[in-house]
């Protein structure tokens, strides 16, 4: 608890629109000094300018994970919840949507400040009024002062896209769901503005400045419009009623539901809500429409709480504190978060443990685990990636390496691309700038904090002319307005060849998901009808995701990277953990759909990818299974997946260090997988077959086909290369397996280090010509010894060349294990 528990606590609750935050700004400003946290670190941005513009750049600061403005001088702090300097002592301290407590992924956070945070002279705490019963039970002296709405907000009905009016946010909840809407106005409505939490505050200034400008009259954003970005919106419409919440897909609450609605009206301004469906699930109950008007969201029952105050006199403790449960009845111990996650599984790793045994180190450890998972890689990548920064940070003088830094941040520095493209740098930025925000992390934290933001700002750029270019029409906007037309009572017909016509004229074709347009149909007179059709196809499409969510297996298909249905390419492969496990993209044409319907043809694809995998290579599916089972062991567990990395065929060499590693029972259980050890190469046979090599080729993106059943291929002959399981030797390259019968003979036939004349017959009959057979032997370990006139040569075991051994990592590290073999 501050030093400051006993000075006033004032808490001021209720519904969006009552001004609380420019109360809480103004009595901040009449303090010496303050700090507000916020949610967003777009709205601290925001508020921060508006600040400035009071106090003068040289007395306010701004603290977010990536960014940080913090002059000499500075009094006044604005920053988000999580980068509030609780040691920091100021008249006032201020605390944005308290009810975000209840919150499971960042709850406890809000909690804690809810308790911990304390102005010397003043204290306040803004919030739903759902927060109330947790306050009276948590902060029993804070006095509870309620702010009724400025303007009155009403429901008013489902209206579709077409037929919003002006001045319109429309709230989605995923990416491709905002994309999607957006994409929809752009044809019918000439463009929208887009902004999510996301983004950066330079894109989404740029994004809402085109909005307040008229530039576009409507904009499409995620639930992050909710919490205080203020924008001149008179109608809130609701896409969809249901969002993933990191865990489950579920409806919103009401109070959710309230405050996104709330963002309809400005001060005194009456605003109206309503959604895009008059039925279905994303339809308003009569029951949350009465509540939303009235402002009477349901109490909060508890709050999350995780200790914020952790002890670090070692790991264990640090854990252990961390997952203590609350005495307060008010409160509940908070869901593992992802820094949790993130600590508890590098714990796990010998090297770890061995570097933080002091209360300092921990500490820095724990600091470490804290960088966000900016890229929603999930627990395991991120783990990865903090295991790398920690083990910079754990050596030699504890900085991050500067060559790393710049590696890294250089590769970002690439404006091109489309919007998810700079979307995912901006992302990878972010981590990046919060490692920067850490003076003790890095030799000169200010010149790459500097760096990182510069990155950010062009990528924000650019992802404001990408956005722009991609989901404003101004043209079109223009035509409306000038004509007031509305199209979409305009006769739409699909030919039984998927040919699309508007009144008799020819606009394009629809295969599969994707309206190609006619090249004569650009021209803009015909825009208006472009947008109608493409509107119209809606029944269509629907009904296609459906019989795409429930086509057979024979309808679908893998040509190279790209899956297909009935012939129309409809998503392609991309890189995922391994090849066993890729990510499957769904065409940017099947954004059409809503988000259940793309959530069914997605899991349709992906459990018919998972059978073909199953069917077709099943040693993929068995080793990937290897890779998730603890009890293999580390140096299976690497080389399990090293070989899915390689296709099921690595060079023995390559993997020397971890086939030593292995013993009889993860030898055993790698023969039952189906993959070979043998003297030259790692490899399971069955790939070999050549139906499992044709998956496996377009799975890896192969160009070349090698002969069908071919044993032996001439050395310019294609896939004559080991990456096709190819040995190349001299002037031909053998199949694998073959090499390794050769070997298996040549060594039953030897006595010892006796010359012997191996048998010639197996090698002729495969196709071996004398100097391939002698290139070979020579890496089996052979060497030629004196024949007499006229027989056959003779050789001399002399053994393998040895492999010079890296430095051998904790045999119970899979990935320390796995990264000698990348680097070996």
């Known amino acids: 608890m501050s030093q400051f528990a006993r000075s006033p606590v004032t808490a001021v609750l209720g519904p969006t629109n009552t001004g609380k935050t420019h109360l809480a700004v103004e009595r901040m400003c009449g303090h010496a000094s303050g700090m507000i946290g916020f949610p967003l670190r777009l709205l601290a941005r925001e508020v921060y300018d508006r600040v400035v513009k009071m106090k003068g750049a040289a007395n306010v600061g701004l603290i977010t994970g990536e960014e940080k403005i913090l002059p000499p001088k500075a009094r006044w702090l604005l ?47 803004l919030g739903s009024e759902s927060l109330k019963p947790m306050l009276k039970a948590l902060v029993p002296d804070a006095e509870i002062i309620g702010r009724p709405r400025f303007s009155t907000l009403s429901y008013a009905g489902a209206r579709k896209l077409s037929r919003l009016p002006r001045r319109s946010a429309i709230v989605a909840f995923s990416a491709e769901e905002v994309y999607a809407v957006a994409e929809a106005l752009r044809r019918l409505r000439g463009g929208a503005a887009v902004v999510m939490g996301a983004l950066s505050p330079r894109t989404r200034n740029a994004q809402v400045a085109m909005f307040q400008a008229g530039e576009v009259d409507y904009l499409v954003a995620t639930d992050a419009i909710g919490m205080g970005l203020n924008m ?7 896409a969809s009623l249901s969002k993933f919440d990191g865990k489950r897909q579920r409806r919103l609450t009401i109070a959710e539901m309230a405050q996104i609605a709330g963002r309809a009206g400005r001060h005194q301004r009456d605003g109206t809500f309503g959604a895009l469906h008059e039925q279905g699930p994303n339809a308003f109950t009569p029951e949350e429409v009465l509540a939303i008007e009235a402002h009477q969201v349901p109490r909060l029952e508890h709050l999350y709480w995780r200790e914020g105050e952790p002890d670090f006199a070692s790991v264990d403790a640090l854990i252990a504190s961390l997952e203590t449960r609350p005495h307060n009845d008010a409160l509940r111990a908070a869901p593992q978060a992802v820094d949790l996650a993130v600590l508890k599984r590098l714990a796990e790793e010998d090297w770890v443990r061995a570097r933080v045994r002091s209360p300092l180190m921990v500490a820095r450890f724990w600091a470490a685990c804290g960088l966000p998972d900016f890229r929603k890689l999930g627990v395991d990548p991120h783990a990865r990636f903090v295991g790398r920064l920690f083990g910079h940070l754990s050596e030699g003088n504890g900085h991050v390496p500067h060559q790393w830094f710049a590696d890294e941040i250089q590769r970002l520095d690439n404006m091109g691309g489309d919007v998810e493209t700079i979307a995912g740098r901006i992302a990878a930025t972010r981590s990046w700038a919060y490692i920067a925000q850490r003076t003790d992390w890095l030799e000169e934290p200010l010149h790459w904090a500097e760096r990182t933001r510069a990155i950010e700002e062009k990528l924000s750029d650019a992802l404001h002319a990408s956005l722009t270019q991609r989901f404003v029409d101004r043209r079109t906007t223009v035509l409306l307005r000038q004509i007031g037309a509305d199209a979409s009572n305009l006769p739409v017909t699909i030919g039984p060849e998927g040919e699309v016509s508007v009144e008799e004229h020819p606009l394009g074709r629809l295969e599969g998901f994707r309206f190609t347009v006619a090249p004569d149909a650009r021209a803009a007179d015909k825009r208006m009808l472009l947008a109608a059709a493409e509107k119209r196809l809606a029944g269509e499409l629907r009904r296609r995701g459906q019989a795409l969510a429930e ?10 990277i790209t899956l297909t249905w009935r012939g129309a390419g409809i998503a392609e492969l991309r890189a995922g953990q391994h090849l066993a496990r890729p990510r499957i993209v769904l065409d940017r044409a099947l954004d059409v759909l809503d988000a259940q319907a793309k959530a069914a043809v997605q899991a349709r694809l992906e459990r018919w990818f998972a059978e073909r995998i199953e069917r077709h290579v099943p040693v993929f599916a068995r080793l990937d299974a290897v890779t998730r089972d603890l009890g293999a062991g580390a140096p299976l567990r690497a080389l399990a997946s090293a070989l899915l990395e390689a296709g099921g065929l690595l060079p023995r060499r390559a993997a020397a260090a971890l086939v030593e590693a292995l013993d009889a029972d993860a030898r055993k259980k790698l023969r039952k997988v189906g993959v070979t050890i043998g003297t030259l190469d790692l490899f399971a046979p069955a790939l070999l077959k050549p139906g499992p090599a044709r998956w496996r080729r377009e799975l890896m993106a192969l160009a070349d086909t090698p002969r069908e059943g071919a044993t032996v291929l001439s050395r310019n002959a294609p896939g004559a290369d080991l990456a096709y399981g190819f040995r190349p030797l001299g002037q031909q390259a053998v199949r694998v397996d073959l ?21 010639p017959a197996l090698a002729t009959s495969m196709g071996l010509n004398a100097d391939t057979l002698s290139r070979l032997m020579a890496q089996l370990g052979f060497r030629t010894a ?17 492999v010079a051994k890296p430095k051998a990592p904790p045999k119970d590290n899979a990935f320390a294990m796995l990264e000698v073999l990348r680097r070996g």
């Open 739 to 759: 090499v390794e019968r050769i070997a298996r003979a040549a060594h039953d036939a030897r006595k010892g280090r006796a010359p012997f004349a191996p048998d």
């Open 232 to 238: 001149d919106v008179a109608h809130v419409a609701f």
């Open 551 to 560: 086509a057979g297996d024979e309808d679908l298909a893998l040509s190279g």
């Open 786 to 802: 004196r024949a007499q006139e006229g027989q056959p040569p003779r050789w001399i075991w002399q053994g393998l060349v040895p």
């Open 79 to 125: 920053c988000t919840a999580e980068s509030m300097p609780l040691e920091r002592e100021t008249a006032f301290v201020g605390l944005d949507e308290a009810q975000l407590g209840a919150d499971p992924e960042r709850g406890h956070v809000f909690t804690d400040r809810l308790l911990r945070a304390r102005g010397r002279e003043e204290t306040m705490i």
